[in-house]
């Protein structure tokens, strides 16, 4: 009688040499740093390679260009952390690591993926480039909380809870990573209550100190004012985002200070003249801040590219000139006359 099993179904317990009772067989913290750095550069060079391949497609996607990124990856960790791969990516390989369930099985690959999915989140909700005027204030925290809380607690778990090392995705589906050569079941102690408490402290307090900082940011008047300059700018056809900031030029040689506006516009489709367009927010800084004129140069930065989470490249343009010749140029104003 023969029976055939799911590829994505659990296999049987890894069959080695038990270990000494007293040796905590829970790979450790820095183990599974090299792991995952080397199992992100590979990921990244595959990133890099579709990039090559597909630019202007990726480009086009915009902020959506991170599930890409996000199925790419989720394809190599699910599958190599569960019984397909013998629950070893090839950094786990490396550092002689493998991921199995409480009574030492390989995970079902839905397992798998449900414990990379947890993991994954924080990293590619962080740094997205969402339009700086048009993304509510919910959404923001909730990204913030997600990134925070999940990221920060898995990253916690892992470097301190050295009774078990299970970040939050391996709780979420009772997978542990071990040294390879572990058989058996796993016998782990919960969570010291200890770590419960930092870990509540420690978010309270960052979370409580990030918002009170991001509140005293957002009523800065400078902020306010670049605020409402973005807004004309975001809802132009292709822009996915636009920010304003001002910085300081210094000439080594003359040491001569240049106060300069710049505005940086990440665009999800390449404009018919990138010149042209340059001229149009140029225009609209000009008639929209009235202390634009006020700065040694207006900046126009445009920033075209892809973000797919695992890899990302950008290009760049940039215009300057001084307010004088914007308006010279895109409002037919001579300088010095009204």
């Not at 590979?42 to 915009?62: D, M, R, Y």
């Not at 019984?83 to 390989?106: H, P, S, Y």
């Not at 307010?323 to 895109?330: K, L, M």
């Amino acid at each position: 009688m023969s029976t055939n099993l799911s590829p994505f179904a659990p296999t049987r317990p890894i069959q080695t040499n038990d270990q000494s009772p007293n040796i905590l067989p829970f790979g450790s913290a820095w183990r599974r740093f090299v792991a995952y750095i080397v199992d992100d550069f590979l990921v990244s060079l595959v990133g890099t390679g579709i990039g090559a391949i597909f630019f202007n497609k990726l480009w086009e996607l915009g902020l959506w260009g991170r599930l890409v990124g996000f199925f790419v990856a989720s394809l190599y960790f699910a599958s190599l952390d569960c019984g397909i791969g013998g629950g070893q990516t090839l950094g786990k390989r490396l550092m002689k690591l493998r991921v199995v369930d409480a009574q030492g099985n390989f995970v079902p690959f839905w397992k798998s993926l449900a414990r990379f999915t947890v993991f994954a989140v924080p990293s590619f909700l962080f740094g997205l480039t969402l339009p700086e005027t048009r993304t509510p204030w919910i959404v923001s925290s909730l990204i913030f909380v997600i990134v925070l809380w999940v990221g920060g607690l898995t990253l916690y778990l892992i470097t301190f809870n050295d009774h078990a090392r299970q970040g939050l995705h391996d709780l979420a589906v009772g997978s542990y990573v071990l040294y390879y050569d572990h058989s058996g079941p796993v016998i782990a102690k919960p969570i010291l209550q200890l770590h419960r408490q930092l870990i509540v402290v420690l978010l309270l307090v960052v979370t409580g100190s990030a918002a009170a900082i991001n509140n005293w940011y957002e009523k800065l008047p400078l902020h306010l004012e670049f605020r409402r300059d973005a807004q004309p700018i975001e809802v132009m056809d292709g822009v996915q985002r636009a920010r304003f900031g001002e910085r300081l030029s210094h000439d080594p040689a003359g040491g001569v200070v240049k106060k300069i506006l710049y505005v940086s516009i990440i665009r999800k489709s390449k404009p018919l003249s990138e010149e042209g367009f340059a001229d149009e927010v140029a225009r609209t800084v000009l008639q929209g801040d009235r202390n634009a004129i006020d700065y040694d140069e207006l900046s126009i930065r445009l920033f075209y590219g892809y973000d797919i989470g695992i890899t990302s490249r950008w290009n760049h343009r940039e215009f300057a000139h001084t307010p004088a010749e914007w308006q010279q140029r895109v409002l037919g104003k001579q300088p010095g006359r009204p």
